[in-house]
């Protein structure tokens, strides 16, 4: 059950934004904690940040040391829909983006995210 689809993804020159949306569908969005994951070339899927459901800690925020002060996460209850709101981006953020629902669990299909100049 349940269906995630990302966008927002892009080419992006170094210290650029982007903004991800991932709108989910089939499940009830609100009682679910979301994170984003992120898998570049050659390398293993990593986590970026999961924010909470509003029944749990009122939508609090993780993320990792490595977007820490340059990522923020949120979600838009009222849409079904969790961002990814990216600025400052580095060449090394460079990989395809994953919405993930760890309750369900279920993976979207994932959105490219190339940083370059």
């Known amino acids: 059950q349940g269906q995630l689809v990302e966008s927002g993804g892009g080419l992006v020159q170094p210290e650029g934004s982007l903004r991800l949306s991932c709108a989910a569908s089939?499940?009830?969005?609100?009682?679910?904690?979301m994170s984003w994951y992120r898998q570049a070339p050659g390398k293993e899927r990593e986590w970026v940040a999961s924010?909470?459901?509003?029944?749990?800690?009122?939508?609090?925020?993780t993320y990792a040391d490595s977007v820490k002060g340059r990522f923020t996460i949120s979600r838009d209850n009222a849409k079904n829909t969790v961002y990814l709101q990216m600025n400052s981006l580095k060449r090394e953020d460079t990989a395809v983006y994953y919405c993930?629902?760890?309750?369900?669990?279920?993976w979207g299909q994932g959105t490219q995210v190339t940083v370059s100049s």
């Open positions: 993930f629902a760890p309750g369900l669990p279920k």
């Open positions: 089939g499940f009830t969005f609100r009682n679910y904690a």
């Open positions: 924010i909470t459901s509003i029944t749990i800690s009122f939508g609090s925020t």
